[in-house]
């Protein structure tokens, strides 16, 4: 059962996750149309991803990468302690893409995951399902972090842990958000997200 603090969180992250899509939907539209013509193949990019308690969901994102070419395997081993991410394998990130992902416009689509259920506005950022039964024996907390919502972005992503970096902090920091969550926390977190992407960070 949520506490009721969780449940109003979750619920106006949907509400202005649909504000945000109707908001958005003029750019949303240009952004479809870009992905189009970059080149052939779907304008989303849909994966498997787990989320609060375990279970899966589809998420969302504008494609990035060219279909042709097959797409790199997931590798066995993440080197290092480092989390995946950025780009695996072959480089095969369009012009489109690149910039999609230098300004994190790619990332718009997973508004319908939050206005969905799926997701929350803020929270632990959302891994393969390949990837989390190995981090959760690997990792201390890694599993700890399903206990919310994953989020469209999060603490650890606006103190820098994102891409490939260790794991074992990116737990600690979404384990921490998670204890100390309130909704000043989630707004520091978003305005932090919001001037991130103006400065066009990686």
Partial sequence: MLRPSLQGKYLLGRCLAVVGLLLLLPLLLLVALAVAASSSGPVLFRQRRVGEGGDEFTMLKFRTMSPEGAPAAPPALVAGGLAPGGVEGADRRTAVGRVLRRTSLDELPQLWNVARGDMALVGSRPERPEYVARFASEVPG?????????????????????????????????????????????????????????????
């Avoid at 994953?150 to 074992?168: D, E, F, I, K, W």
Wanted: hydrophobic residues 45%; positive net charge; glycine residues 12%.
């Fill in 142 to 202: 890694y599993g700890a972090r399903h206990r919310q919502r994953p989020g469209l972005t999060g603490l650890a992503q606006v103190q820098g842990s994102r891409g490939r970096t260790p794991l074992a902090e990116r737990a600690a920091l979404d384990n921490a958000y998670i204890d100390r969550w309130s909704l000043a926390l989630d707004a520091r977190i978003l305005a932090a997200t919001v001037g991130a992407v103006l400065r066009g960070a990686e």
